[in-house]
Nanobody, 119 residues
Framework: QVQLVESGGGLVQAGDSLRLSCLAPGLTFRSYYMAWFRQAPGKGRESVASINESGTSTYYADSVKGRFTISRDNAKNTVFLQMNSLKSDDTAVYYC????????????WGQGTQVTVSS
């Protein structure tokens, strides 16, 4: 199992932007479907955004649609989450995850990065 490495979290004010990065060392990155999840205090983990292996198809939760953008750089084994117009409801620990093409679940996860949005 490979440990993914997230970075870019922090404390910001409502309306600000952040860009999260997730490095997937040692994976054949172009073969993996990548996703961002988040977990707020006292709540379950929710899917935020995901992107297919080639980067041609994306998915967003309704709560972030129009504000967040997921992208990937297969040459650098990295997936990004650009978060704009942040709200206090976006406060959570953000995790990235990797699912091998054809697999049923996400086998590789990061340790999470904290995003705190003050209102």
């Amino acid at each position: 199992q490979v440990q993914l490495v997230e970075s870019g979290g922090g404390l910001v004010q409502a309306g600000d932007s952040l860009r999260l990065s997730c490095l997937a060392p040692g994976l054949t990155f172009r073969s993996y479907y990548m996703a961002w999840f988040r977990q707020a205090p006292g709540k379950g983990r929710e899917s935020v955004a995901s992107i297919n292996e080639s980067g041609t198809s994306t998915y967003y939760a309704d709560s972030v649609k129009g504000r967040f953008t997921i992208s990937r750089d297969n040459a650098k084994n990295t997936v990004f989450l650009q978060m704009n117009s942040l709200k206090s409801d976006d406060t959570a620990v953000y995790y990235c995850a990797a699912k091998l093409f054809g697999a049923t679940g996400f086998a590789h996860w990061g340790q999470g990065t904290q995003v705190t949005v003050s209102s």
